[in-house]
């Protein structure tokens, strides 16, 4: 058995454009035609990649997965022999791996531990943005040298580093990426449970994809937000004293994956608590096994059978991202022939 969460996929370019906006231009080379990624003595990997359609309930759901390797060197400077410390300068291989499926109709990450002290999702993140800014960068330019031609043929002279200037600034900006880890609501009651007493919460509405949130109070602060194009907008309770009630709220606001929240406290032993979308996080166990494409599928129909029987949701698709995703499905279709 293996540990799976779930979480919302935020790529965004600027305020307007997201993942599927620029999705074989930026994110699919992204993945397929990154090299490795090195943190000090800490390397990661992408192997196993596919972009698949999965049938869920007679929908062919595009799915880009693959595995994630983290691999790393354990180092050690003591042992102890009986009860003293002697000097053994040593280290050995360390690896551990995650799989993870990526729907691209509705944003959301399946991430599903391979091994025990598998990669966080918070590596996964940092691996996949630094991906990200380099097939953006290339894009862009392209895009510049593009961009500079047509201007020469109109009678323009327009320098590189101007067109790479205008292209990034106005046509496609720098991609930002959150993961955003949805909560059921049995995983907020037992986060909330931990508290003694609750000094505040507070909610953060950022950036989304193409969704919309379910919740009038959270549609009310993103309206707020969008109308003096605003970076965020925060929303804060001090003091809440009923935490069945407040979980109840917790679920409706943070439950779609597009709110962020932070929460403050005490335990019962008068120790500072906090915790935020990470603590409150679905998991659940999940018997998988296979080869990838068979591996995707079951990561796969495990999120959309807890979306159907309510236990995670998540914001539904609005403008063009449901022909976007339809796009991508056609264009899957066509590569495998």
Request: aromatic share 8%; with cysteine; proline share 3%.
């Amino acid at each position: 058995m293996a540990n799976i969460k779930v979480a919302n996929f935020v790529c965004k370019f600027g305020g307007q454009a997201v993942m599927l906006d620029h999705f074989f231009e930026v994110i699919y080379p992204a993945f397929f035609n990154s090299s490795p990624r090195t943190y000090g003595d800490t390397t990661y990997h992408f192997f196993d990649l596919g972009l698949e359609l999965v049938e869920i309930d007679g929908v062919k759901e595009p799915v880009l997965f693959g595995r994630f390797v983290r691999d790393a060197k354990i180092s050690r400077t003591h042992v102890l022999e009986g009860e003293f410390l002697r000097r053994d300068d040593a280290s050995i291989d360390d690896a551990s791996a995650a799989h993870f499926s990526l729907i691209l109709s509705n944003h959301t990450l399946a991430y599903v531990a391979l091994t025990s002290k598998a990669p966080s999702l918070q590596s996964f993140r940092a691996t996949v943005h630094r991906h990200v800014l380099d097939a953006w960068k290339d894009f862009t330019l392209k895009l510049a040298s593009e961009y500079q031609k047509s201007e020469r043929q109109n009678g323009k002279k327009i320098l590189k580093n101007e067109a790479v200037s205008f292209v990034r600034k106005e046509l496609v900006p720098m991609p930002t990426l959150e993961l955003r880890p949805l909560p059921s609501a049995a995983s907020i009651k037992k986060f909330l449970m931990q508290f003694e007493k609750i000094s505040w919460v507070k909610y953060s509405i950022e950036e989304t994809n193409h969704t919309l949130d379910s919740k009038k109070l959270v549609q009310g602060l993103r309206a707020a937000k969008k109308g003096t194009n605003s970076e965020s907008i925060e929303l804060i309770e001090k003091k809440p004293k009923d935490k069945a009630a407040l979980a109840k709220q917790m679920e409706g606001v943070v439950g779609e994956g597009n709110v962020g929240a932070q929460v403050k406290g005490t335990s019962s032993t008068g120790a500072v608590m906090t915790g935020s979308n990470e603590e409150m996080a679905y998991s659940s166990e999940l018997d998988i096994s296979g080869n990838p494409n068979q591996m995707a599928a079951i990561a796969v129909q495990h999120v959309f059978s807890a979306l159907a029987t309510g236990i995670l949701r998540l914001g539904f698709m609005i403008g063009d991202g449901a022909k976007k995703a339809d796009a991508i499905r056609k264009e899957i279709e066509k590569r495998r022939g």
